[in-house]
Nanobody, 131 residues
């Protein structure tokens, strides 16, 4: 089993910052994903497809970003706490969405794979950016 619990969403004005957290737990996470798999943040705005925002390889810490957030968002992990973070700076109204934490076993390279390749999801946390 894998449990992913997000926190840290909220409302902010354009140009502001937020930090999202995702706490992971469960036997499957500890056995197959921690220190080996791929962890990611996705977002989904109303009427749009779920978009991969950032990912981090739990093994070597390599990071991957969507072009739309490069230079503004930073994904990181704290292995001791089984937690990943998404630091979001210079937020724009178009960043408004529900943000989801996701995880998968190391089946394919962490830099690849859209939402269907991730088998474990959190409940989501809302981020709203006003102009």
């Amino acid at each position: 089993q894998v449990q992913l619990v997000e926190s840290g969403g909220g409302s902010v004005q354009a140009g502001g910052s937020l930090r999202l957290s995702c706490a992971a737990s469960g036997y499957t996470y500890s056995r197959y994903i921690n220190n080996r798999g791929c962890l990611a943040w996705f977002r989904q705005a109303p009427g749009k497809e779920r978009e991969r925002v950032a990912a981090i390889s739990a093994g070597d810490g390599s990071t991957y970003y969507a072009d739309s957030v490069k230079g503004r968002f930073t994904i990181s992990q704290d292995n001791a706490k089984n937690t990943i973070y998404l630091q979001m700076n210079s937020l724009k109204p178009e960043d408004t969405a529900m943000y989801y934490c996701a995880a998968r076993e190391p089946l394919i390279a962490c830099g690849m794979g859209a939402a269907p390749t991730f088998g474990y999801w959190g409940q989501g946390t809302q981020v709203t950016v006003s102009s």
